[in-house]
């Protein structure tokens, strides 16, 4: 019997986004891992480059669905099983910076998940994961997982808000006075995480990590307080490099991780 999975519409957790460059044609490839739902119609996908529609998977897409010629020639959008939607992309030779839009329609419903970087700099510096839970004390933490790339340029990371700083690892990136003595960011190998006493609980917002080295690459996560995961102790020892002791672990050392 198939039991239908509703967690992708009810935690705030979406598709995650990755990219790099391949190694030999050095096209750029954006992985879109979902969440499976088992709802019909679907999972369809589509990309968008700075909302431009670059390909979707769509059958029988209607004309004024479809890309331009131009881009349907270099691009390429597939479902790779079971659930990653995949673009590649022969990417124009410039330096500026693209977000690219990642929809995946499962049922009736739909999910979307951002990112901006520039193409130089795909296979180097990334941000490969922004993850968000609640403490025991009904706190917010956030984990930002990156590649720093190549090079011993000093890195920053920096948390926004609706354009507010939350929290930098960087002197020149002002905290908002929202904010003051409520949120603290730190780097911890290659993870950002962010601290802050409680969670707005008025609408949900958009949390933006950004890592900056010699560019800058963030991803963007809704955060909704009535939809957040309590924090587990495993997720905390792996970000601390030390979930191969958890079975070592007694419940009163256990607790001192939560």
Partial sequence: MIVAVTGFWT?????QMYACLTYIEKNMRV????????QVPGPYCEFKQDGRLMGTTFPNSPVYLMPTLEI????????????????????????RAYTYTCRVYQGSSWKENSMAFHQSVASAQTVKKLDACLTQENNLRMMCSFD????????????????KVVASTSADKPQDPVYKNKAVAKIE??????????VPADKPRNYTC???????VEKTLLVDAK??????ALSVLMQKGTALVLALLTPPLLSEYL
């Fill in 210 to 216: 950004a890592i900056q080295k010699k560019k800058t």
């Fill in 72 to 95: 349907r020639r270099r691009t390429n959008v597939t479902l790779v099983p079971p659930n990653i939607c995949r673009l590649t992309w022969m990417p124009l030779l410039d330096d």
């Fill in 189 to 198: 190998g290659e993870v950002c995480h962010l601290n802050q006493t409680g």
């Fill in 148 to 163: 720093p790339g190549e090079g011993t340029d000093p890195l920053f990371c920096t948390y926004t808000t609706e354009s």
């Fill in 31 to 38: 992985d879109c891992e979902f969440p499976q739902t088992y």
């Fill in 11 to 15: 935690t705030p957790r979406g598709p």
């Fill in 227 to 232: 939809n957040l995961q309590k924090c587990c």
